[in-house]
């Protein structure tokens, strides 16, 4: 049997996803710890993801500024338990121009600060109201334990920010975005997601409510893959956002904040990645098809250009890989490392009988078929690819979510991965003795009646029926 | 006759340039001295500019990548011109994640060092040529005499770099890219560009040769729009990039980068503007064809949605505006403050008559068309629109391109702006020598015989035709 391409995910898991990123040519980490760079077929499903997800936040009505990175010190201060939040991680401009600056800059964590400040300038009336801003940026956090597009110093991301004239309104926004970032991970992603609120442990810093959608990596730790913050008057009052109401009385603003970043990228890879590397879902896949020329004669050669042809016709992004002085095996393996759904090979044997291989990624199966029929049946398989993957994504989180109502058994099983079904009470406390005893969160709260009348922790009455697991 | 909407062009440029970029809504200074927050009708135009030349950059064979935004110091320094270059324009990180850094960091004002030193690590052999990126980010330098758009202590923008076998091939490269920049400029953004080579003293920090399309804003002063540089072996000798030729030697790659920045913006404005406002190109517009809905009877907003429908099917990016409510003045000021480039009136007395009135920006000349050849009449102007405002801008930069001879006419003249086409010698201490007179510099060398056997500003023997003038 050939030596495996990478390490198997069931030996070790995080081996295996430091290989797919690197051998698929993903990412690597840059020169200051924690850093990313994003290298050409990582970037390209990115910006397949960001053209996407930009069309779904444009459709609500939002519409795309851009913001400085560099904030002043001052700024973050004004709201407390952002500022707390966020103190640890900063990085900090302390000279400029060859000067040591008056006041320090931070390089933005997250752009809720300059963006209210703006908010209490350009809002005056209700007419103003909602303001509905997207950003696509970069942001900077210290991390202490990088891992490349799941946790890093710098990542890409969007971030939403608006203001509404009541709660009501604010409080239906920050639903309405969990609720795009929800569709857009299913449809596009073909990742199945559970959204809910977040308990108070893991909310964002100065939120009243984070909502979030968390998925369940293969290796059964879950991922928080986007959150939408409800800011209530938090920030309205730090920065004195005010509007004239209909009745001439001044009031505040309730704001929101969402964001989504390159972290889906790390997702995409531990939700659908198997032992020979990436699976693509088909909507992202910078390739969908690669037609590989296994012989140079210019039959093969006309044959491939043939098919290309009505491939990118029908809308299908095509690449013809013409290599043939490349092994069959390394083109093979690079392209099913990189995870590019479809493959159709033809060669001298092919065409003799007039046909060509069309190979799928996602369960490798090849199948011979007509030359005349190869773009159609490659076409055609994208759909059910896409379907397929997310279906196996529900599947494997729906077979690895366990009610547990018993602590001891909770303890014993949360290492095996998976997430946990609870009644929790939402007690003080009860988050951290959760945590320090099983290394485990609460991902999110979820809408349904708790599966025990008292909390798996505490064991007082139970409110809230929880979803609780180890996360990256 | 009613008050200027704006300060006129004629008696005070600058203050009119504040004033568009103000009140069409453009963008407005950060909270950070030069900084700039760019809002949604100044974003919308860069997003159209940066999917334009997004495709003519892949066109190349150019793919996108992202690198880090914290670069080491130790990284500049080992292009000694380029660290030299940049020294006094860096904002420096010194703190991070609540520590003194052991090296302090500086924010990217490009990326030449980081991906040179990535170059060295993914180039082996003559396979990997050509290698090349482009990135689509934001740079900070410190800017000590900040303009929205035209200079600012942020700035977004691409730039692309890329590694060849040989001097020619970078060469060849270079000239391409300033071509690609020079096509973009012309039929995208409608503005007439001279392409040269920059003179040395204007050359990029760490370059063989820097190439530039300069364009003549209203005012009469230039504006470098894109640069496009040879770095010759410089940041390949500095980052040891190395690759194996055909015959096993080891031989150095020669680099090239090139980058266009939301300065273009500034360019656009002071090129195609007038006393009303903005005048944007329909391929840029975000906005091409604004109805506007003047009455509030169903008859009339039944009407408008015909238009907005047909406008939409035949492509064009239509805006309904059925603020009725609003004077007209207001609405008619607001969109060419904003240089939308076709209006289409619509109101009780236009329907009674079956016809509604086209308003183009350019002339500001309307037209009424029956009703129901309304949106076919808006969709024609569009061509010629754009085509005329190239043709503007063409013959406004002839018109004031001036041959010079005589170094005591130049200085005489050089004021009332327009560039100038005077004989060079090259000689070392030249260009400072012209700057300290004259204020004005070298904007390019342009490919034509010398005008004069001897050099405008030292007399020696004439090298070179060379473009002079004052520039932004």
């Avoid at 290298?39 to 996407?52: H, K, N, S, T, V």
């Avoid at 879950?222 to 008057?233: D, E, I, P, R, V």
């Avoid at 490349?326 to 090979?345: A, C, D, H, N």
Wanted: proline fraction near 5%; charge should be negative; glycine fraction near 8%.
């Amino acid at each position: 049997m050939a030596k495996a391409v990478l390490t198997p995910q069931a030996e070790n898991f995080p081996a295996w996803y430091q290989e797919v990123v690197a051998r698929a040519e993903l990412a690597e980490n840059g020169p200051v710890r924690g850093t990313m760079v994003v290298r050409p077929w990582g970037y390209a499903i990115w910006e397949l993801m960001q053209a996407d997800m930009d069309r779904r936040i444009k459709e609500t009505g939002a519409r795309n500024v851009a913001f400085p990175l560099l904030i002043p010190t001052s700024f973050l201060e004004k709201e407390k338990q952002h500022v707390a939040g966020f103190s640890p991680e900063l990085a900090v401009v302390t000279h400029a121009g060859g000067e040591q600056l008056a006041e320090p800059l931070v390089v933005r964590p997250t752009s809720e600060t300059v963006v209210n400040h703006y908010f209490a300038r350009w809002i005056q009336s209700h007419r103003n109201l909602p303001l509905m801003l997207n950003l696509w940026n970069s942001v900077v956090r210290w991390e202490m334990r990088p891992r490349l597009f799941l946790r890093t110093t710098e990542f890409l991301w969007q971030e939403g920010h608006t203001a509404h004239a009541t709660s009501a309104d604010a409080a239906a926004e920050t639903r309405r975005m969990l609720e795009v970032y929800r569709a857009f991970m299913e449809e596009t992603l073909a990742i199945s997601v559970v959204a809910g609120e977040k308990s108070p442990a893991e909310r964002f810093a100065g939120a009243d409510h984070t909502f979030t959608c968390e998925a369940l990596m293969r290796d059964g730790k879950a991922l928080q893959m986007g959150t939408s913050h409800n800011l209530g008057h938090n920030f309205a009052r730090a920065f004195d956002i005010r509007y004239l109401d209909g009745d001439g009385e001044r009031r505040l603003v309730a704001t929101t904040s969402w964001g989504t970043s390159t972290r889906m990228v790390g997702g995409l890879i531990m939700v659908h990645g198997d032992d020979h590397g990436l699976r693509l879902p088909p909507t992202i896949a910078p390739h969908q098809v690669v037609i590989m020329q296994l012989d140079e004669e210019d039959e093969a050669a006309a044959a491939a250009a043939r098919i290309e042809a009505e491939l990118r016709a029908a809308g299908v992004r095509t690449h013809l890989d013409a290599r043939t002085h490349t092994s069959f095996g390394r083109r093979s393996v690079g392209w099913e490392l990189k995870g590019v759904p479809v493959r159709i090979e033809l060669g001298a044997r092919e065409l003799a009988s007039r046909r060509a291989t069309v190979v799928r990624r996602d369960d490798r199966s090849k199948t011979p078929v007509p030359l005349d029929g190869a773009a159609r049946a490659a076409a055609d398989l994208l759909e059910e690819i896409q379907q397929g993957l997310l279906t196996a994504s529900r599947t494997f989180r729906e077979e690895h979510t366990h009610p547990v109502t018993d602590f001891g058994e909770f303890t014993r099983r949360v290492g095996d991965g998976g997430l946990f079904l609870a009644a929790w009470s939402g007690a003080e406390g009860s988050e951290q003795a959760l945590g320090q005893d099983t290394g485990a969160t609460i991902r999110c709260i979820v809408d349904a009646d708790p599966p025990a009348p008292t909390c798996l922790v505490t064991g007082r009455p139970a409110r809230h029926a929880v979803l609780i697991g180890r996360a990256y």
